[in-house]
């Protein structure tokens, strides 16, 4: 098994930026994708953005420039800054990461951005 914690969301205002973190830990013999998705009250959970074990990455069209994932193969953690969030980046934000074959979620964490 693996558990993925979550930390770093919370309030901010327009412009604003936060950074979120992941843990993974647990009976990991292989990580590919770690990433992050978000769920927006009465929408669909998004990708957000994704990182490779290579260092390659993925980003949503409403996030790119703004936000930049990163990941640390050592430590088995995965980074979200987000700059300039927008009051449509509220959401609940999951890390997710595909490790043993298998695809692993957080227990999601609150972002919220003020206008």
């Known amino acids: 098994q693996v558990q993925l914690v979550e930390s770093g969301g919370g309030l901010v205002h327009a412009g604003g930026s936060l950074r979120l973190s992941c843990a993974a830990s647990?009976?990991?013999?292989?990580?590919?994708?770690m990433g992050w998705f978000r769920q927006a009250p009465g929408k669909q959970r998004e990708l957000v953005a994704a990182i490779t074990t290579g260092g390659s990455t993925n980003y949503a069209d409403s996030v790119k420039g703004r936000f930049t994932i990163s990941r640390d193969n050592a430590k088995n953690m995965v980074y979200l800054q987000m700059n300039s969030l927008k009051p449509e980046d509220t959401a609940v934000y999951y890390c997710h990461v595909y490790a043993n074959y298998n695809n692993y979620w957080g227990q999601g964490t609150q972002v919220t951005v003020s206008s």
């Open positions: 647990g009976s990991i013999f292989s990580i590919n994708v």
